[in-house]
């Protein structure tokens, strides 16, 4: 028999071949007859928050860290160490979504990675117990990043547990949440940066400025577990099962579109790779711009970076609950993509900023003065970005770029695989986004050590036009999955 089909005002009613009538419609016309429970929407929002100061916390103080500890260790060394917590998500990402997509649970994955990351934090702390320190911080971040690959549960969780009417408020909070850790991470450092290198000893413990806050995250993780145990809720109302109980047809949830899904994917790893880049390269690139001590890059980044936070987190919050956050997300995503540009524009070092950079006096650190390190050649043909360019491109550009990428682009993900189990699937975009950073930071600081910032600015500026063109092209692609019903007969 022939297929008859007619649009109604819901969607497009089609026959098949048995007369059943086959109905495609949105996702949203079943599952907004659900609620999502609020309560333990915003733990998970919250535990995303805490897992990002994990990642995050010693960005900025961990090169004077690590030059106090282990002499021998050097820039590159540095993006290896910054590197290996990435690493460690990157392997225990698709792990913990795997767990979910055969347990269909969030709750023990999200306590074994806090308990993992809490060991891994007290580790860091008692590095100054340790010979040739650098390998066990290197193992150190590792460790941690074996606890914290725990955000893919919970980035499955804020993209399930949540109907599609408040999936981009649910994932922006939770975004919001994360960049809020990122960002929150060095300030926290930087608060505690009066107590100085040395501070006192404790038996053979030192408490200083690097090593209060290990010892303050292993107490956020413990916490956050006893949270998780007692009061957070599994609901997993953004799921539909085929065939469902109770309902007048059977249910079908076609194929994802998988071109849309792995461009959701790299705009999740750009947004990873410059925020690594930047929190990783501030310091050592203010101490060559500004002439900055290290005590000073932390503290003065610490606040720019606070800034920073203030309107990404500000934005995250308009996106998620104003008509904002309505606008078609792939403009959202190419308005972030222009704003990370703008940052890449004014952060190159034109012939026409003054210069040349200044060298670290003769005998001194970067402990005691700011400058370049003698081995730096670059130095002598670098121009030096005003001071006010660069606060701006910090606070104002990034603050407004990480919103309209990373939000949208995780929200858009997750409403092209459809209301279906995704573990194995946000694993992988977790996992992009713990990628991303390790080839980031290796790539950034072995580029900064050689040739100076000049073609960080040239790789950054090249990926993001690559995300850019990808939108454009496959615009009509990156749309949510449309279901379909066949009416029971």
């Given at each position: 028999m022939t297929r008859v089909s007619f649009t109604s005002r819901s969607g497009t009613l089609i026959f098949d071949e048995n007369e059943n009538e086959k109905h495609e419609f949105s996702a949203s016309e079943v599952l907004d007859k659900r609620e999502t429970d609020w309560r333990s929407m915003w733990i998970s929002i919250f535990l995303q928050l805490s897992v990002g100061v994990q990642v995050s916390v010693y960005y900025m103080s961990m090169w004077p860290y690590l030059q106090k500890l282990d002499k021998t260790a050097d820039v590159d060394f540095l993006g290896w160490i910054v590197a290996s917590c990435n690493i460690g998500s990157t392997i225990s990402n698709p792990i913990y979504g795997y767990w979910n997509q055969r347990t269909m649970s969030v709750k023990t994955p999200v306590i074994i990675g806090f308990l993992i990351a809490a060991v891994a934090q007290t580790w860091y702390g008692l590095l100054s117990l340790f010979p040739h320190a650098k390998w066990f911080m290197l193992a150190a971040r590792v460790a941690t990043g074996f606890g914290v690959g725990n955000i893919a549960a919970l980035r499955i969780y804020a993209a399930t547990a949540s109907t599609p009417k408040d999936r981009m408020k649910a994932i922006s909070y939770g975004t919001g949440g994360f960049v809020l850790g990122i960002s929150f991470g060095p300030v926290l450092s930087a608060f505690f940066t009066p107590l100085g290198e040395n501070g006192w000893k404790l038996g053979a413990i030192y408490i200083n400025m690097f090593t209060v806050v290990p010892f303050l995250m292993t107490i956020v993780c413990l916490a956050a577990c006893v949270i998780v145990q007692i009061f957070f809720k599994e609901n997993y109302v953004g799921i539909i099962e085929e065939n469902e109980p109770g309902s007048e047809s059977n249910v079908v949830i076609p194929k994802y579109d998988l071109i849309g899904a792995l461009i959701?994917?790299?705009?999740?790893?750009?947004?990873?790779?410059?925020?690594?880049?930047?929190?990783?390269?501030?310091?050592?690139?203010?101490?060559?711009?500004?002439?900055?001590?290290?005590?000073?890059?932390?503290?003065?980044?610490?606040?720019?970076?606070?800034?920073?936070?203030?309107?990404?987190?500000?934005?995250?919050?308009?996106?998620?609950?104003?008509?904002?956050g309505k606008l078609d997300k792939r403009i959202q995503m190419l308005i972030g993509l222009g704003f990370f540009l703008l940052y890449q524009v004014f952060m190159y070092p034109w012939n026409f900023y003054s210069g040349p950079l200044d060298y670290l006096p003769d005998g001194k650190d970067t402990d005691v003065a700011g400058g370049c390190y003698q081995t730096y050649e670059w130095c002598k043909w670098t121009t030096r970005v005003p001071l006010p360019i660069y606060l701006i491109c910090f606070v104002v550009f990034f603050g407004v770029?990480?919103?309209?990428?990373?939000?949208?682009?995780?929200?858009?993900?997750?409403?092209?695989?459809?209301?279906?189990?995704?573990?194995?699937?946000?694993?992988?975009?977790s996992l992009g986004g713990s990628l991303a950073p390790v080839i980031g930071s290796l790539s950034s600081t072995a580029l900064f050590q050689a040739t100076g910032f000049?073609?960080?600015?040239?790789?950054?500026?090249?990926?993001?036009?690559?995300?850019?063109?990808?939108?454009?092209?496959?615009?009509?692609?990156?749309?949510?999955?449309?279901?379909?019903s066949i009416k029971k007969t």
């Open positions: 959701c994917i790299y705009l999740f790893m750009i947004v990873n790779i410059i925020a690594t880049n930047i929190e990783v390269m501030s310091t050592p690139l203010t101490t060559v711009l500004y002439d900055w001590k290290d005590s000073q890059s932390i503290l003065y980044n610490g606040i720019a970076l606070c800034c920073c936070c203030i309107v990404s987190v500000a934005l995250n919050i308009i996106l998620g609950s104003t008509r904002l770029a990480f919103p309209f990428v990373e939000s949208p682009s995780a929200a858009l993900y997750s409403e092209i695989l459809g209301p279906r189990k995704q573990g194995n699937m946000q694993g992988l975009f000049r073609y960080v600015m040239v790789y950054q500026a090249g990926i993001l036009m690559i995300g850019a063109v990808l939108v454009l092209v496959f615009y009509k692609r990156l749309v949510p999955l449309k279901l379909k």
